[in-house]
């Protein structure tokens, strides 16, 4: 299993916290869609899925000391497809 960290960039003032708006939360809406979509695709309905197991992938969030932290655990196979979503 692959531990992932996903960072946001900071917002340099005020004034970009302000330029925020509606298209732009849609926008992300449509990124996380995008990242949803890959991961589904690696499920598969193949038999021997079936009998040993799917592959998982878990998103997390922990919040420690007034900071919010995101993590994606997932098989190592998959860290590259799921690293250029992110990114």
């Known amino acids: 299993m ?8 900071k917002k340099e003032s ?3 916290e302000k330029n925020e708006t ?3 939360f849609k926008e992300k809406i449509s990124i996380m869609e995008q990242l949803l979509t890959s991961a ?3 499920s598969s309905s193949s038999i021997s899925s ?3 197991g799917q592959d998982l992938i ?3 969030y922990v919040a420690d000391k ?5 993590y994606v655990v997932l098989p ?12």
């Open 2 to 9: 692959c531990f992932l960290m996903v960072t946001m960039p």
């Open 14 to 16: 005020d004034q970009d």
């Open 22 to 24: 509606a298209k732009d």
């Open 40 to 42: 589904k695709s690696i």
């Open 50 to 52: 079936k009998l040993l």
């Open 58 to 60: 878990s998103l997390e």
């Open 66 to 70: 007034n900071e919010i932290y995101f």
């Open 76 to 87: 190592k196979k998959y860290k590259e497809l799921i690293e250029k979503q992110i990114n």
